[in-house]
């Protein structure tokens, strides 16, 4: 059996109505921006995102880009140009991004009024609609753009629950739409990437086979932050037992009856990517 596949199915009933209901409002669009995590360009990305969007043009911006591993993720921006997208970066401090984003955004509109001009027509605002998956940085990045705190936001996943119109400026209207997934992971190798960087709820993959995934990576790409951050060398999956006593005696972590306290070191995995402690990484 080919271990890169799973049979996870997780498709809670907003997500399947979110989609449904941004069919229905698409015709009303005009430019679709796709937020994506930086750290996992590709498996945040939605497969079947031009099914229920239509040939809308999109604009990716790829968010907690302080987060990523840079140099990795500048490739996957390429990657994403040459297939025709638009790409903007966005990171938690970044000042820039809304001038850049608009700037993007009114290029876009420019080749759509013209033609109404062409027509006899005013200029019409930018009806831009934001999608991606669940806890990528969508409400973050409309906060910025709005200049406030008008988008619900925080670091756990399903937070925005409705579709909502927001007012940019005189040029741009946003319209905000919950996290949306797909209805099976197909690929373990997304999956995992997904529930590393906190997009999917702990509850939906065992806590354990998503620590490994994060230290089998770290071991792949960044032995040195294996090291800093777990004091281990490199990482044996076959090994287990030798790699968690030792984090357990770099972290300090007190035994439990004579045994190591897997959960907790688990959880300290985890949560070292979902504090932002363990930083500068990407997984695709």
């Known amino acids: 059996m080919n271990e890169n596949k799973t049979n996870i199915n997780w498709y809670p009933g907003h997500m399947a109505k979110t989609k449904r209901e941004i069919r229905e409002k698409i015709d009303l669009v005009d430019v679709v921006v796709c937020v994506l995590d930086a750290r996992i360009p590709k498996s945040s990305f939605i497969p079947d995102i031009n099914d229920f969007t239509l040939n809308k043009e999109k604009i990716i911006v790829m968010s907690k880009y302080d987060l990523c591993d840079e140099e990795k993720t ?10 025709g997208y638009k790409v903007v970066f966005s990171d938690i401090n970044d000042k820039n991004v809304k001038k850049e984003l608009l700037s993007v955004i009114n290029s876009s509109m420019k080749s759509i009024n013209e033609k109404r001009k062409e027509k006899g027509l005013l200029p019409k605002k930018a009806k831009v609609m934001i999608v991606g998956v669940s806890n990528v940085g969508k409400s973050t990045l409309i906060n910025k753009l709005v200049g406030k705190n008008v988008a619900k936001s925080a670091n756990i996943p399903g937070v925005t629950k409705n579709i909502s119109t927001i007012k940019i400026d005189k ?28 997009i999917i709820k ?20 960044y032995k040195d932050k294996l090291f ?19 984090i357990s005696k770099y972290k300090n972590i007190p035994m439990i009856n004579g045994e190591v306290n897997y959960d907790k070191i688990n959880y300290l995995i985890i949560n070292s990517i979902k504090n932002g402690s363990l930083s500068k990484i990407t997984f695709d």
């Open 228 to 246: 800093k951050y777990f004091g281990i060398d490199c990482f044996d999956k076959n090994d287990l037992e030798n790699a968690y006593n030792m």
């Open 202 to 221: 702990e509850d939906v993959l065992p806590v354990d086979e998503v620590a490994i995934h994060i230290l089998d990576k770290l071991n792949s790409f």
């Open 74 to 83: 500048r490739e996957w921006k390429k990657y994403y140009e040459d297939l």
């Open 171 to 198: 040029d741009v209207d946003l319209i905000d739409t919950p996290g949306v997934l797909w209805p099976k992971f197909e690929d373990m190798e997304v999956a995992l990437n997904l529930a590393s960087m906190n």
